[in-house]
């Protein structure tokens, strides 16, 4: 039966008996060939589960609520989010198994606080397939254990059950390695794609976005405190096919080559602000750009490659509106820069935005302009 055993728990298993049979010729070798078959099946296996995961999460559990009716008990507050996110979509740069297709692999590193002893760490979580999870008491410098994890998968909440009570007012790192899947057909909000479009050359192309106002939300992305009253600090990472750009909320900080095709780029922590103003995207963009007038603030707009000569109009009217808005409410700029991201499919629709903080993300019909064929009533 353990024949079949083939998670990545039975492999570290496994691991463990390697210095044990070293010394025993006959045993390790035929060791050997029992392990070098657990990993091949491992690893294809994995990728199976995730296809099936999608299938049963699909057949058996909403896609989301707008608004989501179970709220998290206020017995902790986030303080930052670290995510680094690996999103799989078709590209010419970098390949991976065809199960893959349309999922994310992703890591994040949640610092909190209790506002009362507690037993159980609450925090929401969307068609997540959780690989591994640790707890750490940041004061004391110790993993605390974790006894159960409860899903409750109509309501998108996942319970850390405790060993022991964590005090109030302690500094914990929570650790999430999950994988989660991307809507195919933009069937709604969350963490979306646009498909099978075409760029200024013909080329089939598609785009990682999210989109997290409603709908699944940023649980759909990431294990967080998913609710707006909770503010906290984001720092993302992106790692992604060398062919697209990546772009955040904020600035990048850093972006390295990793040399298999693939590029991570680092993005500067956000201010303090609500999850669903959480936004990341890849894709082939080109962008015109300038800056502001009084805050010298960088302005941005974004298109798929070729549609960028038609965001003139919009790239005066955003500059135009921080000047405005900084000078009316006599309050500086408080963002280093203001993307605006027209893409070919918002949410399944050609218009419509949603006001992430530095990076508003909306349909093609309300930000490009064509002499040609735009209606005069959109200017």
């Known amino acids: 039966m353990t024949y079949n055993w083939f998670t990545p728990e039975r492999i570290e298993m496994m691991n463990d008996l390697i210095p044990l049979l070293s010394d025993l010729p006959d045993q390790y070798k035929v060791f050997l060939d029992v392990y070098s078959d657990l ?24 896609l989301g609520f707008t608004p989501w009716t179970r709220r998290l008990p206020k017995s902790a507050m986030p303080l930052t989010y670290e995510l680094s996110v690996q999103p799989y979509i078709p590209n010419k740069s970098y390949q991976y198994y065809a199960e893959q297709n349309f999922t994310y692999d992703a890591n994040i590193t949640i610092t909190m606080q209790p506002t009362t002893d507690l037993t159980e760490i609450w925090l929401n979580s969307h068609r997540h397939v959780i690989e591994g999870y640790s707890v750490l008491n940041l004061d004391t410098n110790q993993t605390l254990t974790v006894s159960n994890i409860v899903r409750d998968y109509d309501n998108a909440i996942i319970v850390l059950i405790m060993n022991a009570v964590i005090p109030a007012n302690a500094n914990i790192q929570v650790c999430f390695n999950y994988s989660g899947f991307i809507f195919e057909q933009t069937p709604n909000e969350g963490t979306l794609s646009n498909y099978d479009y075409l760029q200024s050359d013909g080329r089939k192309s598609w785009i990682f976005a999210t989109d997290f106002e409603g709908g699944p939300s940023t649980r759909s992305l990431a294990p967080s405190f998913d609710e707006p009253a909770y503010k906290a600090k984001w720092k993302v ?16 900080e850093s972006t390295v080559n990793l040399n298999n095709g693939l590029v991570k780029t680092t993005f500067k922590q956000t201010k303090l602000m609500s999850s669903y103003l959480l936004a990341l995207t890849i894709g082939h963009y080109s962008c015109l750009k300038g800056v502001s007038n009084i805050d010298r603030t960088l302005v941005r707009i974004w298109t798929w490659t070729g549609m960028e000569n038609y965001g003139q109009h919009a790239l005066d ?63």
């Open 39 to 62: 990993l091949y099946r491992s690893k294809y296996g994995q990728g199976a589960y995730m296809e099936i995961t999608r299938h049963l999460y699909d057949a058996y559990y909403p």
């Open 317 to 379: 009217f955003a500059i135009a509106a921080v000047d405005h808005m900084s000078a009316t409410l006599n309050t500086p700029m408080p963002l280093e820069k203001f993307d605006v991201l027209a893409l070919p499919q918002y949410s399944g629709y050609s218009a419509g935005a949603m006001e992430n903080w530095g990076l508003v993300i909306a349909g093609y019909f309300d930000v490009l302009f064509h002499p040609d064929y735009s209606e005069m009533i959109w200017m």
């Open 237 to 252: 990472s992106i790692i992604y096919p060398g062919e697209f750009t990546a772009l955040s909320n904020t600035l990048d």
